[in-house]
């Protein structure tokens, strides 16, 4: 089964901004529509971006228009850049398929303070 490795998580002070990569193995990646989710403390996990096979872009309301999800097939990864951050955004961020069907990594942590 592919795995899914995040990076790019830190401490970012309140309008900084972030750039999330994941990297996943496996041959099927161009196939499959990716997701990136986070999981605050104490709060269940939620989808936050979505992209399609297509290219085409869906997003949680509290980032529209913050957050931008990209995908390199290529390469087999898939980025989230993230501007504007919050402090509601800090939570631990994880990649998956759009249908959570491949076994979660580990996540990165991404924390707004200032």
């Known amino acids: 089964q592919a795995q899914l490795v995040e990076s790019g998580g830190g401490l970012v002070q309140p309008g900084g901004s972030l750039r999330l990569s994941c990297a996943a193995s496996?041959?099927?990646?161009?196939?499959?529509?990716m997701a990136w989710y986070r999981q605050a403390p104490g709060k269940q996990r939620e989808l936050v971006a979505r992209i399609n096979v297509s290219g085409s872009t869906n997003y949680a309301d509290s980032v529209k228009g913050r957050f931008t999800i990209s995908r390199d097939n290529a390469k087999s990864t898939v980025s989230l850049q993230m501007n504007s951050l919050k402090p509601e955004d800090t939570a631990v961020y994880y990649c998956?398929?759009?249908?959570?069907?491949?076994?979660w990594g580990q996540g990165t942590q991404v924390t707004v303070s200032s």
């Open positions: 998956n398929t759009y249908s959570q069907s491949l076994s």
């Open positions: 496996g041959s099927r990646f161009r196939f499959l529509a």
